[in-house]
């Protein structure tokens, strides 16, 4: 169906969003398996609790815009996936690993934060009050989600894995 | 081939950001002709040239690193691209493909600067300053493109774009 009004592109963004948080819902606990660090599990464990609630503030969208959610699946998403499952196959290390894990994490985080802040722009110029609400609110989810990703790579995470200028001396 | 240390992520990810960065290149010409607005035109045009000198800054990365540039291709930016060329084909009116390009360019900004962030955390953690410094500069424009990109969104360019509020007049 071709988009010609920003009704239509709202829409088309809303059900791009729902693609790709239920593709989330499916992959994220694969990813809390992978992790070793445990502030690291619990923090992807509690994103796919907030994942859950995104999908039905996405479902509470499509009511108040009167519109069904069926759409494409999300090929930006299907992506991120999978790049970040291939990462967790090709570390050997699990500090490294947990160091790939937030980088991908980080990657999806960051698609979801620029996905709401596009329909969030739209629906404010629409003026559908309600939509900007429940997208503000998944938006500062995945901002602080983010956030919080950085502060464990910058903090144990990442030092705790080899940094490879030892690694001869590991080796041997 | 197995990553086992720090430094053999970064590595990783600064291929995955060649492959993104190489893929972006071809992309973004078909982006510019599809644009109308002549401010988006020529901001994508603009973030074609730094994207080029983007390259030229991942190969003196690797140069520093004593490491190849060879890498699979990025999974993540081929499902951006694809799902930004794919809107392209789907809208039907100048000012909504305009805010469309503008969304599937945001996505792809923002993956640069999640991935871009990444690769400096661990370039940073290892101590390689040179690469901090040319990943810092890479990082700045990605940035900078994303907000000229939001400015760009909430100035003229979705305002001129049809709500749809009026479409069956404008139908009949």
Do not use: W
Request: proline share 2%.
């Amino acid at each position: 169906m071709p988009m010609d009004t920003m009704q239509d592109l709202l829409v088309h963004e809303l059900r791009d969003l729902m693609s790709a948080e239920r593709q989330l819902v499916r992959a994220l606990p694969r990813m809390v398996r992978a992790a070793s660090d445990p502030a690291l599990g619990e923090a992807l464990e509690a994103h796919l609790a907030e994942t859950e609630e995104q999908v039905e503030r996405l479902e509470q969208c499509f009511e108040l815009l009167d519109s069904s959610s069926r759409g494409k699946k999300c090929k930006g998403m299907e992506g991120l996936i999978t790049e970040a499952k291939d990462v967790l196959e090709e570390t050997d290390d699990d500090g490294v690993r947990d160091a790939a894990i937030i980088g991908g994490a980080q990657r999806i985080e960051h698609y979801e934060i620029a996905a709401y802040g596009t329909a969030r722009a739209f629906a404010e110029q629409l003026g559908h009050e309600e939509v900007v609400q429940l997208l503000t609110q998944s938006l500062e989810e995945e901002a602080a989600a983010n956030e919080l990703l950085s502060s464990l790579a910058l903090g144990e995470v990442n030092a705790e894995a080899p940094s490879g200028k030892a690694r001869r001396m590991q080796v041997q």
